[in-house]
Structures are given as structure tokens and as C-alpha cells.
């Protein structure tokens, strides 16, 4: 079963809009990442957010995560149309392995 | 540096053959992880090696298998092909020395086998 579950499945908005998408998990982590997808082609790493953190910035990203909700947010602001992609958020329950949820697919219309 | 890079691209095989995947990861890096990915099960988790030696599997069967070698690199073997193993099957490599927790992991392009 999937350990990170990401919320909404599929997101449209204008660009220049901000986007916020959202990871739910089941069991406690050392740290969660996320992960960019361009259509059929390899992952590329976002950011990465430890346990012990609860805000991090990068550039246009910035990740929360909540541990006792077991909840993390990616919000990419003032979207660009390059920013279209599916979104994965990926967790380490268990050693040495990563699981990821089934993603977001982000479309940022010109 | 060179990124990940996968060989072959892209592979057509038929129900019951066998099929090497090729992954060279990025120079120092001494982890790689192999991942399935669907559009019905996403992606999923196969297998860990670092230093040669597996670390942790996911939950498939005994038809796929992995190996490292001295140098890092790493191949997966999947044996017997059914019609439901046709996916994109990525590697990602990582430094792989932050203990159990998961590094940062860098994607190759991924080989798109497709099984008749």
C-alpha cells in the first residue's frame, strides 16, 4: 500500500497562480521528499524536509510538514507553464526505501 | 557530473522471455534503488543495493532480481515476462551513507519495456 497519499489527484490553474498541493502518510518518517515528473521521463528531487523541520524554502517552493498530522504541503508560487509536471511526495518508513504516493498532476495553463 | 544514465531506453519483449535493465549511477554514488512505475500502481518500490549488497525489497516476486558490482553500477533482471510488467522502470542512485533513512535520490530516464 502506498505510504504517502498526495491531495488533489489533478490541478489546472493559470500561470501566475500558486499551487498547493498536499501529502498525507500512515507511519512516522525520518524525513519526506518531493519529486517532479515531466511526462514519462525520469524524477527529478525538489526538496527534502526532515522530521525535526517543519518549513523549508527553495527558490518558488516552499514544503511544510506536520508531523502530528502526518501531513505535508508543496506550494510552487507564481507558476510558470514549465512548471506543468506530476508532483510525488516520498517517504522513508523503512530502511534504505522510499515510497512514494501516486502524484499530482500539476497543468499551469499560459 | 554525469547523471544516471539507463540502458536500454526503451525495450519490446515477449510473455515469457527474460530482460536485462542496465543502471550506471552517478560517480561516487555507492546506492541504487530500482522503482516499477504504472499508471495503475504508480511508482513502486523493487529493490536497494549499496556496496554490492541488498539492503532492503519491495514486494515482488522472485522473478525480478538485482545485482550491483564493484564499481557501483547496477542491473535487474526480470525473468519469465508477464503482459502486467510492462512499465517504466527507473533507477535512482544516492550517496547512500546517511544510515537508514533515505538520501536524496537522483532518477535516471528510465527504460520503457513493454511486454506482448
Known amino acids: 500500500s502506498q505510504q504517502g497519499e498526495e491531495d488533489p489527484q489533478a490541478l489546472s490553474i493559470q500561470e501566475g497562480e500558486n499551487a498547493t498541493m498536499n501529502c498525507s502518510y500512515k507511519?512516522?518518517?525520518?524525513?519526506l521528499q518531493w519529486y517532479r515528473q515531466n511526462s514519462g521521463r525520469g524524477l527529478v528531487h525538489l526538496i527534502l524536509i526532515r522530521s525535526n523541520e517543519r518549513e523549508k524554502h527553495s527558490g518558488r517552493l516552499r514544503v511544510t510538514l506536520d508531523t502530528s498530522k502526518k501531513s505535508s504541503s508543496l506550494l510552487i508560487t507564481a507558476s510558470r507553464a514549465a512548471d506543468t509536471a506530476s508532483y510525488f511526495c516520498a517517504t522513508d518508513a523503512s530502511n534504505y526505501k522510499l515510497t512514494f504516493g501516486k502524484g499530482t498532476l500539476l497543468t499551469v495553463n499560459p | 557530473k554525469a547523471g544516471v544514465t539507463q540502458t536500454p531506453r526503451y525495450l519490446i519483449k515477449t510473455r515469457g522471455q527474460q530482460v536485462t535493465l542496465s543502471c550506471s549511477p552517478i560517480?561516487?554514488?555507492?546506492?541504487v534503488s530500482w522503482y516499477q512505475q504504472t499508471p495503475g500502481q504508480g511508482l513502486q518500490f523493487l529493490f536497494e543495493?549499496?556496496?554490492?549488497?541488498?539492503?532492503n525489497k519491495g514486494n515482488f516476486p522472485g522473478r525480478f532480481s538485482g545485482r550491483q558490482f564493484s564499481n557501483s553500477r547496477s542491473e535487474m533482471n526480470v525473468s519469465t515476462l508477464e503482459l502486467g510488467d510492462s512499465a517504466l522502470y527507473l533507477c535512482a542512485s544516492s550517496l547512500g551513507l546517511s544510515g537508514r533513512s533515505s538520501d536524496t535520490q537522483y532518477f535516471g530516464p528510465g527504460t520503457r519495456l513493454t511486454v506482448l
Open positions: 507511519t512516522s518518517i525520518n524525513n
Open positions: 560517480s561516487g554514488h555507492r546506492s
Open positions: 543495493y549499496f556496496s554490492e549488497t541488498q539492503r
